[in-house]
Structure formats: structure tokens, C-alpha cells
């Protein structure tokens, strides 16, 4: 639970007590290599901080995964179009390693805005983050080139290459995995 | 002003001082119809409450534009992707009628985080608001049929059919403006 008590304290300043009470408000959850922190059709009812392992975040379009986002470690994870309105989720957001996670539940996260001081200044912070991550995600997921889209994973992930598997890279790019060598020839030749 | 300090309230507790001070923090800022408040490239410096009139935000791919949201009265209009990281738009926020807005600087905006007690929480549920707002219109606008997009339009803008023109209709519907009426057909003998 350090790794979430440091990332807290580097965005506000926590007392003691208030420390102690966020290790109550957080609980432990751990997912197998393959499962699903949030399904498609389920409302998502936690927010996750992700201590160890990999999620990546996928739309089901006709049958074909479109990977738009990965999270790794020291990263919070969810989906807050289901989470806040309480609305069935449309987005999967799956362990590809297993995992270590603190959850927070929407009431308890109620909780801690009012029991925190600083709680809401948090919130505030982190849903910006969240938000900016997002749009950049979808926005490219819906324009980008995979020449582009490759550049940017390994620029934002550069790390993850070595820990995901082909099929999902090519997920994210948009293309079949057979295509990602010819990709990385296109961009390795353009330098 | 009072619609904005009537909407705050709507939302969180103000004192009388915390009142004056809002009137401060936000400027009135006039829009004629066809202005930009804001135009791709420009980096995003306030984010403004629209007391009258009614915008649309679009992108322009490849020369074509994609509306892909409406703002009118009592809204919150800005674009955070440019405004929180102070990075050129590529999204544009125009009146289409002629527009009454008050805006608030990012500096004034953390003034206003600091100084209202409850700034915190109003900005927190705000941007909560915008986001799901943004994220439903950005996957509407790539996955949606033009038919569901129309059928949108009329539930979350009942009055703007009468107030903007057809162009912009088809443009976020995405179809051409001769295609409108026969997608009206369509959705009425459905029913």
C-alpha cells in the first residue's frame, strides 16, 4: 500500500490519521494473468490503483478488439463512464499479467473526499489526468496511422514491448500481427 | 451573472464573499455569431460559462467538419485537452448564434480552487460532468449511425432544431444536408 500512500502524497499532503484512514477505504484485489478488472455489460463499481502488472483497455467492434490504452504500475484504472453514472460498461479493461491492485468503491471514494481535506483537490487532479489520457487515446485511436500509433507506444510504454505479446501490441496499432515487422521496417527506414 | 452563481450553488455552498469573489474571477466576453471561442491551434486559455447563445465543437478532418458536441445555456464550454496542458486545439468551439459568455483564466481558475471552500469539489464534479459529456460524443460521433446520431440530437437538444441551421445538423448527424430529410423519413416510419 506504500506505492499508493506516496503517489497521494505527491499530488497533497496527508496526516496521519487521514493516512491511516485511506489504507481502510482501499482493499487489496488481485487478478490472474487474463482477467477482467471491468467486462463489457458490467457497471464498473471500483476504482483501481494499479500496484503491479499490465491492464489494457479494449472496445469490442463487430467482433474485432480495439486496444486504445494500456496502464502499468503507479497508474489509476477504470472506467469512469460506467463507474459514475452507474451505467453498463462498453469498454473491457483486462490484466494482461497477473496483477495487484487497490480498489476503492464509489461510496467509499464519497467517503474519502469528505474525510480527506485535501480529498477533493485529489479527485479533481487525478480525474484531469484521466480525462486528457483518455480523449488522447480514443482520439487517436480513431485517426492515427499505425506508423503513428507505433511511435507512440513505444514512446509512452517503452518498457511494455518487452512485456506484452505481439497479438495485443497489434491490437493498439490497428493492424494483424503478421504486419507489425513491416511497420517497424517502415519507420525503422524513415530515420 | 446570477445564472452562474445560481448554477455554483446548484452544486456547492457559497458564502456572500465567496460570491463577490466569483463575480470577480469570471469576465463577460460577447461572441457574434461565427466566432471562434476557441480555433484549432490555439492554445485554450479559459474555460467560460455560456449565459446565452449556443455553440458547436468540431473537428476538421481532411478538410470535412465533424461536429461532434452542442453547448447552449447554463453549460460549461471549453476544451480541457488544450486548456490543463496548454497545448495548441485541434478542436473548435464556435457560436452559432450570437453569445454571452463568462470566462475564467486558468490562473483565476486556480484562485477560484483555493479561495472557495468548496472550490475543489465544484471542480471535481464539473470536469466529471465534461468528461462523460465528451467521451459519449466523441465515440457516438465515430461508431454511431446517422440515424442513432439524429435521434440524439433531438433528445439532448429538443429546442435546437429550430435555432441552428441544417447544415450543422448534417454535419453532426454526418450526413449531407440533402440526406437529413430522408433520414427524418426513415426514423418516422420506424416508429
Given at each position: 500500500?506504500?506505492?499508493?500512500?506516496?503517489?497521494?502524497?505527491?499530488?497533497?499532503?496527508?496526516?496521519?490519521?487521514?493516512?491511516?484512514?485511506i489504507?481502510?477505504?482501499?482493499?487489496?484485489?488481485?487478478?490472474?494473468?487474463?482477467?477482467?478488472?471491468?467486462?463489457?455489460?458490467?457497471?464498473?463499481?471500483?476504482?483501481?490503483?494499479?500496484?503491479?502488472?499490465?491492464?489494457?483497455?479494449?472496445?469490442?467492434?463487430?467482433?474485432?478488439?480495439?486496444?486504445?490504452?494500456?496502464?502499468?504500475?503507479?497508474?489509476?484504472i477504470?472506467?469512469?463512464?460506467?463507474?459514475?453514472?452507474?451505467?453498463?460498461?462498453?469498454?473491457?479493461?483486462?490484466?494482461?499479467?497477473?496483477?495487484?491492485?487497490?480498489?476503492?468503491?464509489?461510496?467509499?471514494?464519497?467517503?474519502?473526499?469528505?474525510?480527506?481535506?485535501?480529498?477533493?483537490?485529489?479527485?479533481?487532479?487525478?480525474?484531469e489526468?484521466?480525462f486528457?489520457?483518455?480523449?488522447?487515446?480514443?482520439?487517436?485511436l480513431?485517426?492515427?496511422?499505425?506508423?503513428?500509433r507505433?511511435?507512440?507506444?513505444?514512446k509512452?510504454?517503452?518498457?511494455?514491448q518487452?512485456r506484452?505479446?505481439?497479438?495485443?501490441?497489434?491490437?493498439?496499432v490497428?493492424?494483424?500481427?503478421?504486419?507489425?515487422s513491416?511497420?517497424?521496417?517502415?519507420?525503422?527506414?524513415?530515420?
Open positions: 500500500m506504500e506505492e499508493l500512500i506516496l503517489f497521494i502524497q505527491s499530488i497533497i499532503d496527508l496526516d496521519s490519521e487521514e493516512t491511516y484512514s489504507q481502510k477505504l482501499f482493499k487489496p484485489k488481485s487478478l490472474k494473468k487474463g482477467d477482467f478488472f471491468l467486462a463489457e455489460g458490467q457497471v464498473s463499481k471500483h476504482i483501481g490503483f494499479l500496484v503491479k502488472g499490465v491492464m489494457r483497455y479494449y472496445i469490442n467492434h463487430d467482433g474485432e478488439d480495439k486496444t486504445y490504452e494500456f496502464a502499468q504500475e503507479n497508474e489509476f477504470g472506467n469512469y463512464e460506467s463507474f459514475l453514472p452507474k451505467a453498463p460498461s462498453v469498454k473491457n479493461i483486462q490484466a494482461l499479467e497477473d496483477s495487484e491492485i487497490f480498489q476503492i468503491s464509489y461510496e467509499d471514494l464519497q467517503l474519502f473526499y469528505r474525510s480527506v481535506r485535501q480529498g477533493e483537490r485529489f479527485g479533481r487532479i487525478v480525474i489526468a484521466v486528457i489520457k483518455t480523449l488522447k487515446g480514443l482520439s487517436s480513431y485517426t492515427g496511422t499505425p506508423e503513428l507505433y511511435e507512440e507506444f513505444i509512452k510504454h517503452p518498457d511494455l518487452q506484452i505479446s505481439q497479438y495485443h501490441i497489434a491490437s493498439y490497428g493492424v494483424k500481427p503478421q504486419s507489425l513491416r511497420i517497424r521496417k517502415r519507420i525503422f527506414n524513415q530515420k
